[in-house]
DNA sequence: CCACAAATCAAACGATTGTTTGAAACATAC
DNA sequence: GTATGTTTCAAACAATCGTTTGATTTGTGG
């Protein structure tokens, strides 16, 4: 466990290579070799330190995804604490954004690059992950529908599932990076990558859809 | 060109299999063998009628894409007849989903399973395609943006192309058919799988994030 | 029937994949 | 210094990948 090249042991090394690579070109298609290449560790590594790729993929996404989702409910539970009788939907929309803000301002946490990767992942949860996901996710998502619930009470609580399926879906999509916008001929769109930018014109969307009424004409 | 085995020559079984397997486990995780295998051709069959894989995939998705984006543009085509001084949001919106609606409902042209593809596809743009969907999409894309321009005069030309992307993303993901409600520990969905069902929730909330007044408090 | 092109087939190609091996290098404790 | 356990390393492993080959079968037109 000694520190040797840089400041980062190999284990940590190999996930930030990894890390970037799977977002990069995705599970199937980054091989071990382009991994320990760029981590400038041997390639025998992988399988020392974690056993097989799949295990590095769940490692990759769990040691920044538990600590992530432990602060979006931190968030919620803050905001809870003002406002005891109930968050209005923006605040609930907002509280859920803030720490995706704060994570994408954090390079030393993945940044960018990890926001990239969720979005990905729960886009196209690979086989691995389809047992680690719902572990991990539902604490956060039930907290929030329950926030929702609250909030909305004049829809059913099978209409705020839609919804709240759908502002995950526009959230995880908006910040994907994929930029549906590019494929517009004109108007290159300033800030289409900055991930406050982003926010600052995905929270009226989803607010909206949020609180659009039940059964329009 | 005869017809052998089955009702379909030994390209267009290609194409079905191939379509079901990419859609189930993605391009790279998809080998020519299972697709062969499934089509019950012979292994050489794929780069004898298609010259490589990446080929191949790019007939699978272009065999459906142009056909279906023509319906999409004659379908906004067909409503701005009827209603030559412009089009509310509601109804362009509905336009442009009425044809993924026919489509979903129709397994002779792909059906629900291609529509996943799309959607797929279209968050994740593998390499191959990069080149490719630009042209095939950005006619749509573009009628739909001078349609939404024209409906929403208040917004700018930037903020409309943001809710281009965010309704894109929208419904692009609740097609994809990964379930974010799956991870919700309670209440199953009724009738999540159900593209008209889909839709039935799905307009709504994408209307009113279209609509959203410009700068919310 | 014959000639010619199109299509199918089993088999093999070289390359790359994730993983394993066993020795060498390193660290730590006595 | 010696012993012990941990980590690194070059090399090889079997398996699978996409692709190619060359012979064989099939279909078509004269």
Redesign the pocket.
């Given at each position: 466990?000694?520190f040797?090249d840089n400041g980062k042991?190999?284990?940590t090394r190999i996930l930030d290579a990894a890390e970037v690579l799977f977002v990069e070109h995705g599970f199937?298609a980054?091989?071990?070799?382009?991994i320990t290449q760029r981590a400038a560790?041997?390639?025998?590594?992988?399988?020392?330190?974690f056993?097989?790729?799949?295990v590095?993929f769940q490692g990759v996404i769990s040691r920044r995804l538990a600590p992530y989702n432990q602060e979006c409910i931190e968030e919620l539970r803050q905001a809870l604490i003002d406002a005891p009788h109930g968050l209005s939907v923006d605040s609930i929309v907002a509280a859920y954004l803030r720490p995706a803000i704060r994570l994408a301002k954090d390079p030393a946490r993945g940044g960018i690059i990890f926001i990239r990767l969720m979005s990905r992942v729960f886009a196209e949860p690979h086989d691995s992950l389809r047992d680690m996901l719902p572990r991990l996710y539902s604490d956060v998502l039930e907290a929030y529908r329950a926030a929702l619930v609250k909030a909305l009470p004049h829809l059913g609580s099978h209409e705020v599932s839609w919804r709240l399926q759908f502002a995950m879906g526009t959230i995880f999509y908006a910040f994907a990076g994929n930029d549906v916008a590019r494929l517009l001929s004109q108007n290159n769109v300033p800030g289409a990558r900055d991930p406050q930018e982003i926010v600052k014109h995905l929270v009226p969307f989803v607010v909206a859809g949020l609180t659009a009424p039940n059964r329009p004409a």
């Open positions: 466990m000694s040797t042991d190999t284990a199937e980054t091989s071990l070799r382009m560790v041997n390639l025998a590594a992988v399988n020392y330190h056993g097989s790729k799949e590095l």
